[in-house]
């Protein structure tokens, strides 16, 4: 690893070894279940099984059967602990070849099983555990990133050891990002709106909620730079922030700052505008889960207020020129007038901001920024041989990230655009049965992350939305 998550991982041998076998003994080998037997599955839902089954049976290409059934349950099969605590129930969910729990992931890993929480009790159990957990993480540290399974326990991630910042038992990376924060009230809303049921929102929630928020103004920076500081001795700039680590001088105008962007690595200008709007529609969830679920109308008028500024802000100094005698949203801008139009394919992203209600679909101010990133105006965007998509700094030039290619396909109602993307994805896992973190672009036997829980999770997604409003994609082969 390149002191963070970066592993470089060439699938040859497997794919190798596939190769190697006849014809017809290859294609009975392909689609064999890469799950886990029953027995050694960390989680199980019914409610999910049966999701399963009934959506596979509605696929008619047998190697995206075969990934949609890998790939949708990997979560609960590989990377959710289920006990209590203080005699709640806790759930700590790790994002897959790395033992840690990063808020972003989690919450992003949950997301696609919650339309099933109402279902299965113990579905909702699992849901009411990370709710509280994830809590009991921001009270731990607002800043953090990143969390160990034990709230006592040191840090356990080889490149976090010797961080400049104030490092506390229990948080194993300390990395500021908006969307960290973000992701627990998105989740949090969603399992409420599913359900309808109160017992995750107790006092303990209200107070890491209501922190979450308190931490969001600090970062406006109105007041001075505030507590949070993080440098690393690291190859990679990308892995520290300069300015003895509060990050590139800004204009305070009302935006949050953020030191860090989805990938973990560092902003460029502080003021991340995907983080920046993802907030505002966070904070409006939030604002609903404390009036609806506590009757308690000062927070949910505090988080409303700020989404208010933050929004504001952002339509005074976010927009920027297309090129074609347009606006669309920069990605990072610092205040001053000066800006960066690039993207990102780690979601908040300017092309993934319907996904996370950031925008609406149909937005025109979206559609441009969305198409805008996916061009040569991005120079994360990448075309090869194997396929289209975006990057990002984070494992470097011509390794596409196969959610931006997920991303891209949500945002489309053009049939052949979708189709286009499915079979991007049919061909280029590996040989794993599994998405990745990223490919080469001209091979995608070189990838990163063999087990990466958030993108299987949101291939399942992808599937799942094709289900209800494109069936007749599904109903082919590719």
């Not at 050694?40 to 596979?56: L, N, P, Q």
């Amino acid at each position: 690893m390149r002191f963070d998550r970066r592993s470089l991982m060439a699938g040859a041998a497997a794919l190798g070894a596939a190769a190697a076998l006849p014809g017809a003994a290859r294609a009975a080998t392909a689609f064999t279940s890469k799950r886990p037997p029953v027995a050694k599955r960390r989680f199980v839902s019914k409610a999910v099984e049966a999701e399963i089954a009934r959506v596979k049976a509605r696929i008619a290409d047998p190697e995206l059967a075969w990934l949609f059934e890998n790939c949708y349950p990997n979560t609960l099969d590989t990377t959710v602990e289920i006990g209590t605590l203080d005699g709640r129930p806790d759930t700590f969910i790790i994002t897959g070849d790395i033992n840690a729990m990063w808020l972003r992931d989690s919450s992003a890993q949950a997301q696609t099983y919650v339309h099933l929480a109402g279902q299965d009790p113990a579905l909702r159990q699992l849901f009411v555990g990370l709710i509280q957990r994830q809590a009991r993480c921001i009270l731990v540290d607002p800043y953090a990133n990143a969390f160990e399974k034990d709230p006592k326990a040191k840090s356990s991630l080889e490149w976090s050891q010797v961080d400049v910042t104030d490092m506390k038992p229990g948080v194993a990376e300390r990395k500021w990002e908006i969307d960290s924060l973000c992701y627990t009230m998105r989740i949090a809303h969603a399992y409420w709106t599913h359900t309808r049921d109160k017992t995750p929102f107790d006092d303990l929630w209200s107070q890491g909620a209501k922190l979450a928020v308190a931490t969001f103004r600090v970062q406006q920076r109105k007041e001075g730079p505030g507590p949070y500081h993080f440098q690393r001795q690291a190859v990679a700039p990308t892995d520290s922030v300069p300015m003895g680590g509060y990050g590139a001088p800004t204009r305070k105008i009302g935006l949050i700052h953020s030191m860090f962007r989805p990938s973990d690595d560092a902003c460029v200008y502080p003021f991340l505008i995907p983080s920046n709007l993802f907030a505002v529609s966070a904070l409006r969830k939030v604002a609903q889960l404390h009036r609806e679920t506590r009757g308690d109308e000062a927070a949910a008028k505090d988080a409303e207020a700020l989404a208010d500024e933050v929004e504001k802000a952002l339509h005074e100094h976010a927009l920027v020129p297309d090129g074609k005698g347009g606006k669309v949203w920069a990605y990072e801008i610092d205040g001053f007038g000066n800006w960066i139009f690039m993207d990102d394919a780690n979601v908040p992203s300017l092309s993934g901001l319907a996904m996370i209600d950031a925008a609406r679909r149909d937005d025109p101010l979206f559609r441009r920024t969305a198409d805008l990133a996916w061009s040569d105006r991005n120079p994360y965007y990448f075309e090869g041989k194997a396929a289209k998509g975006i990057g990002g700094p984070h494992i470097g030039l011509d390794m596409i990230w196969p959610m931006s290619i997920i991303t891209h396909a949500l945002n489309s109602d053009d049939d052949a655009v979708i189709a286009q993307c499915l079979t991007w994805l049919k061909t280029t896992h590996g040989g794993t049965g599994f998405m990745h973190e990223s490919f080469n672009k001209d091979d995608p036997a070189k990838f990163t992350r063999a087990w990466f829980a958030w993108t299987n999770g949101l291939f399942g997604d992808l599937i799942l939305d094709l289900e209800r409003r494109r069936p007749a994609l599904l109903a082919r082969t590719y």
